[in-house]
C-alpha cells in the first residue's frame, strides 16, 4: 500500500472512530427515552425519530418512478440528501427551516454524530451521475447506515468508515444509478447489518414508460432463507429488540 493510501486509510480509521466516540457519549444520554422509528415516505425517503432530532433523508420531486407518490412535507430538523438528483435530492421551499446537508464529510448536529460518505452514483465511477452520499449515524441506540442511490460494490473503506450497522437501507431495483438486486445483495453480505431495508424499487408510483427499476421480490428470492416480514409504511426499533443472531429483511409499505 503506497504512502498516499496509507494516510487515506489511517485518516478514516480515526474519523470513524472519533464519529463513533461521539455517538456514544450522545447515546449514553438518550438509550432509555425511546425507540428508533423509521416510517418510509417512498423510494428512499425516510424519516427517522426518536432520542434526538427528526432526521429525513431523500425527499424527492414526484417524477419518474416517483411519479405516484405524494412528495414529503413531513417536518423535519434535519435533510440529508444522497444527491441533488430529482427523486432523492429535492426540497423545493420546504425545508428553508431545516439544516440541510448534501456533502461527504463529518457533523454534529443536536448533539448527533453524522457520517457522510462518498461513493459513485454509477458504475462508471460517477462519470454520469456523480457522486452519491451514503449516511450512517446513531439514533436511540441504533446504529443505522442508508446508502442512498450507491451503485458501486462497497470498498474496504467504505466498510472501515460504515462499520456493521444494525439497520442498512440499501437500493435493491436497479437502473443505471442504484444497486440491481445482485448488487445490493452482495453489499449486504459485505456490511452484514441485522436489519436490512430494501429501498430504490418499483412499485405503482412508477410511471410505466420512464421508471427502469425492477420490485423488490427479485431481491427477496435472492435472500432466500432470510426471514422477511412486510408490514406497514412505519417501524420501531430498540437496541434491545435489535436480533441478537443473523439478521432480517424489513419490507416498509408506502401508505398509498
Known sequence: MNRRNLLKYAGATFA?????????????????????????LGH??????????????????????????????VGADLVLLSSRLF??????????????????????????AIQGISMPHDRLNGRRFGTNVAWAWSQAGVNVVHLGGAAAPIS?????????PDVLLVPVGGGPKA??????????RSLNPKIVIPTHYR???ADAD?????????????????????GDNTLSISASSLPSDGMRIEVLSYAF
Request: hydrophobic share 35%.
Open 16 to 40: 470513524s472512530t472519533l464519529g463513533l466516540g461521539i455517538a456514544a457519549k450522545y447515546q449514553a444520554s438518550y438509550a432509555q427515552s425511546g425507540p428508533l422509528t423509521i416510517t418510509a
Open 44 to 73: 428512499t425517503a425516510f424519516l427517522f425519530t426518536g432520542s434526538g432530532p427528526r432526521v429525513l433523508v431523500n425527499p424527492f420531486k414526484a417524477i419518474g418512478c416517483t411519479a405516484g407518490y405524494a412528495e414529503p412535507t
Open 87 to 112: 427523486d432523492e435530492g429535492f426540497t423545493g421551499d420546504r425545508y428553508t427551516g431545516s439544516q440541510v446537508i448534501d456533502e461527504p464529510g463529518d457533523y454534529t448536529v443536536n448533539g448527533v
Open 156 to 164: 474496504i473503506e467504505d466498510k472501515i468508515l460504515l462499520g456493521r
Open 179 to 188: 444497486y440491481n438486486p445482485e448488487e445490493a445483495v452482495e453489499a449486504v
Open 203 to 205: 412499485t405503482q408510483a
Open 210 to 230: 420512464t421508471c427502469d427499476i425492477v420490485g423488490v421480490d427479485d431481491f427477496i428470492a435472492l435472500m432466500s432463507g432470510t426471514p422477511v416480514t412486510q
